[in-house]
Nanobody
Framework: VQLVESGGGLVQPGSSLRLSCAASGFTFSSYAMGWFRQAPGKERELVATITWSGGSTHYADSVKGRFTISRDNAKNTMYLQMNSLKPEDTAVYYC?????????????????WGQGTQVTVSS
């Protein structure tokens, strides 16, 4: 099983980034997926989740209206479109896969994790 994040980088406040998570080694279309992030000195937190079909999503209050989670089951890939980035969005972003039949909002519900990609928002 592999989850490989990409698309991170250093951007200015107000900019946009799109993260990708490429999955392999399991039946991607049967798994709910999520994005988490961990800022320096802080615990890892949920950013957004999406069901296996993409029909339902859930966002942390801090990113609602700015971030959009999506997936392409034909490409075994999940995305996180991040707009209007703020310095407080700076963190390592992780993708994760869950076999839960519902929208999994806790870390313990996730079976597989990627290695993370750094996002830094700074002027």
């Amino acid at each position: 099983v592999q989850l490989v994040e990409s698309g991170g980088g250093l951007v200015q406040p107000g900019s946009s980034l799109r993260l990708s998570c490429a999955a392999s080694g399991f039946t991607f279309s049967s798994y709910a997926m999520g994005w988490f992030r961990q800022a320096p000195g802080k615990e890892r937190e949920l950013v957004a989740t999406i069901t296996w079909s993409g029909g339902s999503t859930h966002y942390a209050d801090s990113v609602k209206g700015r971030f959009t989670i999506s997936r392409d089951n034909a490409k075994n890939t999940m995305y996180l479109q991040m707009n209007s980035l703020k310095p407080e969005d700076t963190a390592v972003y992780y993708c994760a896969a869950s076999s839960s039949a519902y929208i999994p909002t806790i870390q313990g519900a996730y079976d597989y994790w990627g290695q993370g990609t750094q996002v830094t928002v700074s002027s």
